[in-house]
């Protein structure tokens, strides 16, 4: 796998514009899995960061500290799938364990990236011109039906995008929907069978806020 020789970065930060050049060295690339829930989206994200293993890769794998779930300290998917990882606030933290190690990774592996900032968004470019392969895994709606950022973001900038659906728990058809089941009208309520449902576009039925609430924000960190 190529990486980036000669490419800069400020130090101490990612968040500044990426200097230097690229003596004939390719950047890396962007890929992004997405979905709805019980997709197999941390599924996918598991066999491609431990296939990049098995191929002697240095993978760093991150997921936010909302997904307590299944593991804490790993990325887990519904089928029982796991691959350890560090859990993270939110970007900046991302970056705080990171670029340390910036020199001895080539594969980072973000699982539930609906759950971080938009600056997601630029620490992903800055580092696929550095040459890392940078894989993420999120939804792309949120219970209301409507985009989930940044994933849209990701999606505008991926070099590969891979749009996985679910079966349909009401009908048994495709599924591109996640289903909030209950009352509860936070954006965030972290949960898997249950609490949600895989759902075809027919048998999905949208929360609608008619009283326009202010809830519909991502809550704070887990360790808050």
Known sequence: MATAQTARIHPGTCGGT????????????????????????????????????????RVACFKPDL???????????HSAQTLDAVTIANVEELKAVLLPRLDEIEVVGVDEAQFLE?????????????????ILAGLDTTFTGEPFPPIPELLAIADEV???????????APAIHTQRLGSNQALVVVGAAGVYEARCRACFQPWVDEHATEQMALPVSARG
């Open 162 to 172: 891979v749009k996985l659906s679910a079966v349909c728990m009401q009908c048994g």
């Open 118 to 134: 938009a600056s997601l968004v630029k620490l992903a470019n800055e580092l696929v011109h550095l040459g890392k392969r940078v």
């Open 67 to 77: 997904d307590v779930r299944y593991n804490r300290t790993a990325i887990a998917s």
């Open 18 to 57: 990426y200097g230097g050049t690229y003596s004939g060295t390719l950047p890396g690339r962007i890929e992004v899995i997405t979905g709805p829930m019980f997709s197999g989206k941390s599924e996918e994200l598991i066999r491609r960061l431990k296939r990049a293993q098995i191929a002697k890769r």
